[in-house]
């Protein structure tokens, strides 16, 4: 059973460009979380996707940001219009189902992004 | 608002010695509080949890104790080895399952 796979690992986009960033859940796996670390910081929640369902996005900043899990493929944070702040690694994470205990999400190996 | 605070940066030891990383939380609302384990370039691993009705959890080498009114937890690492040496991040549940993270404490466990 294959583990989280995030994909690119390393993303580098200029000011203004748009970053796409996938995230394939564990086999069985319907919930994902993204996270975002800054350099020097701990892991910031950004949103938690079922199939085709936004269930919390209290961490999305209100511009620029987006992501979708549809009922095929992979989930996508889409970062538009990328500033140098959104420089950081991009975590996400999936669950089989809430309920069965906190050790039940699984982390891919991240996105690092950079903006020149 | 639940928040999660790792004060030291970094914590070096030596090999055999016991690591000791802290962690203080604001509000315990929910079910959980987690230790998780970070190596360069790959994404944090589950190390160890313990819920909020008991006051420790131990597995193998690694013990988290929980003093509810200090609003305090923390990882013993014993022996540590330089395996061992990571970032460290202390997590805690929400309503919703998100993960609140501490800033994280880099271990280096010296030969």
């Known amino acids: 059973n294959a583990g989280v796979m995030q994909n690119p690992r390393h993303l580098v986009r200029r000011r203004g460009q748009e970053a796409r960033l996938r995230c394939s859940p564990m086999k069985g796996h319907s919930h994902v979380y993204w996270y975002r670390q800054l350099p020097e910081e701990g892991l910031k929640f950004m949103v938690y996707?079922?199939?085709?369902?936004?269930?919390?996005e209290s961490g999305m900043p209100k511009e620029r940001f987006s992501a979708e899990f549809p009922k095929e493929g992979p989930s996508i944070l889409r970062i538009q219009q990328v500033v140098r702040g959104d420089s950081a690694a991009y975590f996400c994470a999936s669950s089989p189902l809430r309920g069965q205990g906190p050790e039940t999400q699984y982390f891919g190996p991240g996105t690092r992004l950079l903006v020149l | 608002d639940q928040q999660v605070k790792q004060n030291s940066p970094s914590l070096s030891v030596q090999e055999g010695r016991i690591s000791i990383l802290n962690c203080d939380y604001t509000?315990?609302?929910?079910?959980?509080f987690l230790w998780y384990k970070k190596y360069p370039a790959e994404g944090p691993t589950f190390l160890i949890s313990i819920s909020s009705i008991k006051d420790k959890n131990e597995d193998g080498r690694f013990t988290v104790f929980l003093n509810k009114s200090a609003k305090h937890l923390s990882l013993h690492i014993v022996p540590s080895q330089p395996g061992d040496s990571a970032v460290y991040f202390c997590a805690e549940t929400s309503n919703t399952g998100k993960l609140i993270f501490g800033q994280g404490t880099t271990l280096q466990v010296k030969p």
């Open positions: 509000n315990s609302m929910f079910d959980y």
């Open positions: 996707l079922q199939k085709e369902n936004i269930i919390d």
